[in-house]
Every structure is written in structure tokens, then in C-alpha cells.
């Protein structure tokens, strides 16, 4: 079984980080690696909602990282409350006590979860893509690699939470 989880942590890694390298857009890389490696079927809804939190949000870097945002909408697939429950805020508790674990792993990782700061932290500097030569100067210093690996790894991350999260819920329903 402890097998088992090795291989899909490191599938969610290697998937997202892949995605990253050949697709760009870091919210989608990581959800996509997620649920590839927990072999769901992609909800296309799900997916394109991920579409506009690239480079912390709209390609701004003044948002979180991406990465982050697709491994919280990770964990609100599996855990999040439902359309039916969205008058009862103790239903969303869960999901926010796993999304801040996730926040705070990646936080304690990475020293901060903001896209442009950690493109400092990455590369020396902030990156403006949607200038061509920001575009190219990103390109030059290795950026789309820096970014796959904190891709890969923090689906990695996600998926290790909603991995014990399932199995707590599977003990609590065996008593």
C-alpha cells in the first residue's frame, strides 16, 4: 500500500511537471497532474476555471502561485462543499483546513507563496509576460523549468493531503 502512494505522489509530481514544461499555465498543470494521478476523469468545467489563475492570476505575478491555486481547487474537488450545502459554512471547513495545510507547506517550502516573489526568489527577478522581451528574458533564465518543478511539486503536496485525508475518512468509516 505505502508503494502504491510512492508511485502516485511521484506521478502527480512527474504529470504536472510535465504539463508545465509542454503547456505553460501553472493553476492547470497542477490540477491536471492531480487528477491524472488520482485517476479522474478531468472535469472540463473544473480545468478551464483553472485557466486565468496563471503566474498569480492573469499572468500578473501579483497574485499566489498558480501551482498553489490548482492544488486548493484539488483538494475543494475532492473535499469542498457542494452547491446543496452552500448555506452552511461549517461544510466548507474542511476543505479550508486542508488548503491551509497546503498553503502552509508551500509557504514553509518555498518562503512565500506570491507568484512574483518567488519568480525573485527563482530567477533574481519578477518577470512581465506580457511584455515579448520579459517574455524571452524568462525563457533565457530557465523560467519555464523553475516553474515545472514547483509545479510538480506542489501536486505532489496536494495530492499527499487528499491521499490522507481519504484515508482518515475510510477509518473513521470502519468504526
Not at 41 to 65: R, S
Not at 78 to 83: D, E, L, Q, T, Y
Not at 87 to 110: T, V, W
Amino acid at each position: 500500500m505505502a508503494h502504491k502512494r510512492v508511485d502516485t505522489l511521484q506521478k502527480a509530481h512527474d504529470y504536472a511537471k510535465r504539463h508545465e514544461l509542454e503547456s505553460g499555465g501553472c493553476a492547470q498543470c497542477c490540477l491536471a497532474g492531480i487528477f491524472e494521478a488520482l485517476g479522474v476523469e478531468n472535469d472540463e468545467g473544473v480545468f478551464m476555471a483553472a485557466t486565468g489563475l496563471a503566474d498569480g492570476v492573469g499572468l500578473t505575478g501579483d497574485g499566489h502561485c498558480g501551482a498553489l491555486s490548482g492544488g486548493v481547487m484539488a483538494i475543494g474537488y475532492f473535499f469542498g462543499r457542494s452547491k446543496k450545502d452552500f448555506g452552511n459554512m461549517k461544510k466548507q471547513l474542511k476543505a479550508c483546513i486542508l488548503a491551509k495545510s497546503l498553503h502552509d507547506a508551500f509557504a514553509e517550502k518555498y518562503g512565500t507563496c506570491r507568484c512574483a516573489d518567488l519568480q525573485e526568489k527563482l530567477a533574481g527577478r519578477f518577470f512581465n509576460l506580457y511584455d515579448p522581451e520579459e517574455m524571452e528574458a524568462a525563457l533565457e533564465a530557465g523560467m519555464p523549468e523553475k516553474c515545472s518543478d514547483v509545479v510538480g511539486e506542489t501536486a505532489q503536496m496536494a495530492a499527499h493531503i487528499i491521499l490522507a485525508e481519504k484515508d482518515r475518512e475510510a477509518e473513521k468509516s470502519k468504526d
